[in-house]
């Protein structure tokens, strides 16, 4: 059993664990009293971003163990605002990756106004309604974890709670999921079975996605030039994570990335 796999079984059962405490009549409530306030877009961010950079808080991932054990959602997230990130990508998922839905309430509530993408093993309707609750602008579906119906009843629901969509890819048989018209298409460069990462994966299947998608590549990214490649390649969002968070200072680690990517389109 791969780690997605063993990610997935425990979800199901964490899920259900939710449901007991909060009920899906009384989370449902909960979400509707909100439903005057929209979340910004995080496609139209990344569109008109200079820098496309989705910063993301991971404190742990299940390859690496802890990234930053002591990292805080009131002030990582809003770092990376103030140094220019287009959008965030907060974890989660607690088990595996350390992360927790109150992160996205707390990086809100510290000031952050940029989109957020929820992101977790998103395998059943609750969460979305988690996700919704907490703040997030947008979701992210990953072709591995379902099936096409799936994948389609989870995006039309989500799009239904005002949520935006970022669908991961990681195969070529994967991008048949594209079909489904998601707000966002992610090329994961790290297979999530065996975590070896390769950008070049960005570049193989991106030829094969349709030429309008508004695209994503996730992972392995830790050199400014491969952000100017991956634009040539048509590419709007880059998802960084560990090359920031694994460093003194996150937000300003990503400032001098930009300024980086900036001096390269500068020569």
Same mark, same amino acid.
């Given at each position: 059993?791969?780690?997605?796999?063993?990610?997935?079984?425990?979800?199901?059962?964490?899920?259900?664990?939710?449901?007991?405490?909060?009920?899906?009549?009384?989370?449902?409530?909960?979400?509707?009293?909100?439903?005057?306030?929209?979340?910004?877009?995080?496609?139209?961010?990344?569109?008109?971003?200079?820098?496309?950079?989705?910063?993301?808080?991971?404190?742990?991932?299940?390859?690496?163990?802890?990234?930053?054990?002591?990292?805080?959602?009131?002030?990582?997230?809003?770092?990376?605002?103030?140094?220019?990130?287009?959008?965030?990508?907060?974890?989660?998922?607690?088990?595996?990756?350390?992360?927790?839905?109150?992160?996205?309430?707390?990086?809100?509530?510290?000031?952050?106004?940029?989109?957020?993408?929820?992101?977790?093993?998103?395998?059943?309707?609750?969460?979305?309604?988690?996700?919704?609750?907490?703040?997030?602008?947008?979701?992210?579906?990953?072709?591995?974890?379902?099936?096409?119906?799936?994948?389609?009843?989870?995006?039309?629901?989500?799009?239904?709670?005002? #949520?935006?969509? /970022? @669908?991961?890819?990681?195969?070529?048989?994967?991008? %048949?999921?594209?079909? *489904?018209? =998601?707000?966002?298409?992610?090329?994961?460069?790290?297979?999530?079975?065996?975590?070896?990462?390769?950008?070049?994966?960005?570049?193989? #299947?991106?030829? /094969? @996605?349709?030429?309008?998608?508004?695209?994503?590549? %996730?992972?392995?990214? *830790?050199? =400014?030039?491969?952000?100017?490649?991956?634009?040539?390649?048509?590419?709007?969002?880059?998802?960084?994570?560990?090359?920031?968070?694994?460093?003194?200072?996150?937000?300003?680690?990503?400032?001098?990335?930009?300024? %980086?990517?900036?001096?390269?389109?500068?020569?």
């Amino acid at each position: 059993m791969d780690i997605l796999q063993e990610i997935v079984a425990h979800k199901r059962i964490e899920v259900e664990l939710f449901k007991q405490q909060l009920s899906e009549r009384d989370i449902h409530h909960s979400v509707e009293s909100i439903t005057d306030f929209y979340p910004p877009s995080m496609k139209e961010a990344l569109t008109t971003s200079a820098s496309g950079i989705i910063a993301e808080f991971k404190r742990r991932s299940p390859s690496k163990g802890w990234i930053k054990e002591e990292g805080q959602a009131e002030i990582i997230p809003l770092a990376y605002q103030q140094q220019g990130a287009a959008a965030l990508s907060i974890l989660t998922d607690e088990k595996y990756f350390g992360g927790h839905d109150d992160f996205i309430r707390k990086a809100r509530y510290a000031g952050v106004k940029i989109p957020i993408l929820y992101k977790n093993f998103v395998i059943d309707e609750y969460q979305l309604f988690q996700a919704r609750l907490c703040g997030a602008s947008a979701v992210l579906l990953i072709a591995a974890c379902l099936t096409k119906q799936e994948c389609r009843m989870l995006m039309s629901s989500a799009h239904e709670l005002g #949520l935006e969509v /970022l @669908l991961e890819m990681h195969s070529e048989p994967e991008l %048949e999921y594209a079909a *489904s018209e =998601p707000d966002m298409c992610g090329i994961n460069n790290r297979n999530l079975g065996s975590f070896i990462t390769d950008v070049q994966n960005s570049y193989r #299947l991106a030829e /094969l @996605l349709p030429k309008e998608a508004v695209k994503v590549s %996730e992972s392995g990214i *830790s050199n =400014p030039q491969t952000i100017c490649d991956l634009r040539q390649a048509g590419f709007h969002g880059f998802l960084i994570g560990e090359t920031f968070m694994k460093t003194p200072d996150p937000g300003l680690a990503l400032k001098d990335f930009i300024l %980086e990517i900036s001096k390269k389109n500068d020569h």
